[in-house]
C-alpha cells in the first residue's frame, strides 16, 4: 500500500481521519481542564490558613511559585515533545500533577506545601499543558486556530468546573483529603487520556484543505533561527503586553468590584465566574479570527477593546456595577482572547513542524506578564490607595500595544 493510500485510510477511534480527529479536541480540553485547577486556588487558601496557621500572603506562595514553574517548564517541556512523543509526554505531566496534589495532602507546613504544590504541582502544568495544542495543531493543518482555541477553552473553564468541585469536597472532607482525591482523579484522567493521543503522519492533510484559506501560509519560507527573527520578538512583546494586562486585572476583579464600586462580596465572587466564562469563549473566537485575518490586525482590536474597559474604569464611579461587569467581561476576553492569538501566530510565522519548541519559547512572555501583572497591581494599591490607579498604566500599555502589533508582529520581510 503506497504513503497515499495510507494516509487516505487513516482512522481515529474508528471513523476516517478528517472526521474522527474532532475527537482529539474535548480529549485535550480535558487534561487541560484538570491541569488548570491550578487558578482555582483561592477555594484552598482559608481552608489551610486555619490549618496551617498561616497568613493570606503566605497562603498565595503556592499558587504564585506554581504559576512560575509552569511558565518555566513550558519552554523546557517543548524541546522534549518531539523527542520523548506526546503520549509519554501528557503521561509524564499527569503523574507530576497528580503526585504534587496528593503529596500537598500530606504538607504540614507553608514551606512544605510551596513544594509540593508550587513547586511539583507546577512543574507537571508546564509539562503537559502544551501537548494538547501539538497535537490538534498537527491534525488542523487548515483549521490551526480554530482547533487550538476550541482546545484551551479547558484551561480558561477550569475555575467554573474544579472550583465548585473543590469547595464541595473540602466541606465534606477538609482540605488535605480533598488535594489528594483530585490528585487521584486527575492521575487517572490524564494517563487515560495519553494512551489515545497520537500525531498524524508527516504532511498529513484533509483533502484540498489550502484552497479553503485564503491566509494559507504554504508558500512562506520560515525563519530557520526563532531567537534570530525579528517576528519572533514582535509577537513576544506584543504576547507579553497581553497577557500583562489581563492577568493584571484579574488579580484585581473582585477587590476592584467591593472597593471601587461597592458592591458586596458575594456579587463579587459570583462576577468572577462570569468572567471565567468570557474568558474561555474567547479563546475559540480569536483562534479562528487568527486563522483568517493578518495577526496584527486581531491584536489591535484587542488592545482595542482593553483600552475602552480601561476608559470606562478609570471613570466608574461607586454602584456603577453595570460598569464594572461590562469591563472586566472584556478584561478577561482579551486575556483568553491572547492565549489563542499567541500559539496560532506561532504557528503561522515559524515552522510548524517546530511548533513545540517554538511555542515553548514564546510562551516565556506569559511568564513576565504573570510575574509583572500580579505585582504591579497591588503595589499601585499600596501607593495611591485605590485601585482605579492601576488603569492608568494598564491604558497606557494598551496604547502601546497598538502600536507595536502595528509595526513589530508582522513576518520578516526578509524571509
Given at each position: 500500500m503506497s504513503i497515499s493510500s495510507q494516509k487516505t485510510d487513516l482512522k481515529i477511534f474508528g471513523l476516517p481521519a478528517r472526521q474522527g480527529r474532532w475527537l482529539l479536541i474535548p480529549l485535550g480540553m480535558l487534561v487541560l481542564l484538570c491541569l488548570g485547577t491550578v487558578y482555582s486556588w483561592s477555594v484552598f487558601r482559608k481552608p489551610l490558613e486555619g490549618e496551617l496557621n498561616i497568613g493570606a500572603t503566605a497562603s498565595l506562595l503556592p499558587y504564585t511559585v506554581a504559576l512560575f514553574f509552569y511558565a518555566l517548564l513550558m519552554p523546557i517541556a517543548g524541546f522534549y515533545i518531539p523527542r520523548w512523543g506526546v503520549r509519554v509526554m501528557t503521561a509524564l505531566g499527569g503523574i507530576v500533577v497528580g503526585g504534587g496534589y496528593i503529596l500537598s495532602s500530606f504538607a504540614d507546613s507553608i514551606g512544605m506545601m510551596v513544594l509540593t504544590y508550587g513547586v511539583i504541582a507546577g512543574t507537571g502544568v508546564g509539562i503537559a499543558y502544551g501537548v494538547p495544542m501539538v497535537v490538534v495543531s498537527k491534525w488542523f493543518p487548515d483549521k490551526k486556530g480554530l482547533a487550538v482555541g476550541l482546545t484551551i477553552i479547558g484551561f480558561g473553564l477550569s475555575p467554573i468546573i474544579t472550583a465548585p468541585l473543590a469547595n464541595e469536597l473540602i466541606s465534606v472532607y477538609t482540605v488535605k483529603p480533598t488535594l489528594r482525591i483530585l490528585g487521584i482523579i486527575f492521575t487517572v484522567i490524564i494517563l487515560g487520556i495519553a494512551i489515545a493521543l497520537r500525531l498524524p503522519p508527516k504532511d498529513w492533510h484533509p483533502d484540498n484543505h489550502f484552497g479553503n484559506n485564503p491566509n494559507s501560509d504554504t508558500t512562506f519560507n520560515y525563519p530557520n533561527n526563532l531567537l534570530k527573527s525579528k517576528s519572533f520578538y514582535g509577537l513576544w512583546v506584543c504576547y507579553a503586553i497581553g497577557t500583562l494586562i489581563g492577568l493584571s486585572a484579574i488579580g484585581i476583579s473582585s477587590p476592584?468590584?467591593?472597593?471601587?464600586?461597592?458592591?458586596?462580596?458575594?456579587?463579587?465572587?459570583?462576577?468572577?465566574?462570569?468572567?471565567?466564562?468570557?474568558?474561555?469563549?474567547?479563546?475559540?473566537?480569536?483562534?479562528?479570527?487568527?486563522?483568517?485575518?493578518?495577526?496584527?490586525?486581531?491584536?489591535?482590536?484587542?488592545?482595542?477593546?482593553?483600552?475602552?474597559?480601561?476608559?470606562?474604569?478609570?471613570?466608574?464611579?461607586?454602584?456603577?456595577?453595570?460598569?464594572?461587569?461590562?469591563?472586566?467581561?472584556?478584561?478577561?476576553?482579551?486575556?483568553?482572547?491572547?492565549?489563542?492569538?499567541?500559539?496560532?501566530?506561532?504557528?503561522?510565522?515559524?515552522?510548524?513542524?517546530?511548533?513545540?519548541?517554538?511555542?515553548?519559547?514564546?510562551?516565556?512572555?506569559?511568564?513576565?506578564?504573570?510575574?509583572?501583572?500580579?505585582?504591579?497591581?497591588?503595589?499601585?494599591?499600596?501607593?495611591?490607595?485605590?485601585?482605579?490607579?492601576?488603569?492608568?498604566?494598564?491604558?497606557l500599555l494598551a496604547v502601546i500595544g497598538i502600536f507595536a502589533a502595528s509595526f513589530l508582529l508582522k513576518r520578516d520581510v526578509s524571509n
Open positions: 476592584v468590584g467591593e472597593e471601587v464600586i461597592n458592591i458586596d462580596s458575594g456579587l463579587a465572587a459570583t462576577s468572577v465566574a462570569v468572567f471565567a466564562l468570557f474568558n474561555g469563549i474567547s479563546r475559540p473566537l480569536f483562534g479562528w479570527l487568527s486563522d483568517r485575518f493578518k495577526p496584527h490586525h486581531v491584536a489591535i482590536a484587542s488592545y482595542t477593546l482593553i483600552l475602552i474597559a480601561c476608559i470606562m474604569m478609570i471613570n466608574a464611579q461607586q454602584e456603577d456595577t453595570a460598569t464594572y461587569l461590562i469591563a472586566f467581561c472584556v478584561f478577561w476576553f482579551c486575556l483568553g482572547g491572547w492565549l489563542a492569538i499567541a500559539p496560532t501566530t506561532t504557528l503561522r510565522f515559524f515552522n510548524p513542524e517546530q511548533y513545540a519548541q517554538n511555542y515553548g519559547i514564546v510562551f516565556t512572555a506569559y511568564g513576565v506578564g504573570a510575574l509583572i501583572g500580579t505585582l504591579i497591581t497591588g503595589q499601585i494599591r499600596d501607593w495611591f490607595g485605590s485601585y482605579t490607579f492601576a488603569f492608568y498604566p494598564m491604558a
